[in-house]
């Protein structure tokens, strides 16, 4: 609640199947001109073992959702051009390509 200037509220999300942790994602309270450019207010990984089984959608809705409940207005998310199933991700769950560079996408989801 007392952060510096210039700092953004973070919150950190675990997704365990089972005892299992498998990924992970993270929620920004807001948009700066830094994380524009280098991620957003949305950001997950997923275990490179644990890849191919729909644990990403699965973080990504919930971390959707999570973001609603925390009162996050609008999301904006990139994604780097290396990998395309993430971006396939961004578009299942509505997300918009708003931008692009060569080496990311800029995905925004107005309408949560």
Request: charged share 25%; aromatic share 14%; proline share 4%.
């Given at each position: 609640?007392?952060?510096?200037?210039?700092?953004?509220?973070?919150?950190?999300?675990?997704?365990?199947?089972?005892?299992?942790?498998?990924?992970?994602?993270?929620l920004?309270?807001?948009?700066?001109?830094?994380?524009?450019?280098?991620?957003?207010?949305?950001?997950?990984?997923i275990?490179?073992?644990?890849?191919?089984?729909?644990?990403?959608?699965?973080?990504?809705?919930?971390?959707?959702?999570?973001?609603k409940e925390?009162g996050?207005?609008?999301?904006?998310?990139?994604?780097?051009?290396?990998?395309?199933?993430?971006?396939?991700?961004?578009?299942?769950?509505?997300?918009?390509?708003?931008?692009?560079?060569e080496?990311?996408?800029?995905?925004?989801?107005?309408?949560?």
């Amino acid at each position: 609640t007392d952060l510096p200037p210039g700092y953004v509220r973070q919150w950190t999300f675990w997704l365990y199947d089972g005892d299992v942790p498998v990924g992970y994602g993270k929620l920004r309270g807001k948009v700066t001109e830094k994380s524009r450019q280098l991620g957003g207010n949305l950001g997950y990984a997923i275990a490179g073992d644990q890849r191919g089984k729909g644990y990403g959608s699965i973080l990504f809705k919930m971390l959707l959702d999570k973001s609603k409940e925390l009162g996050i207005p609008y999301i904006f998310s990139t994604v780097e051009k290396c990998n395309p199933v993430s971006a396939k991700v961004h578009e299942k769950y509505g997300g918009k390509l708003v931008d692009e560079n060569e080496s990311r996408w800029y995905f925004s989801f107005e309408d949560l």
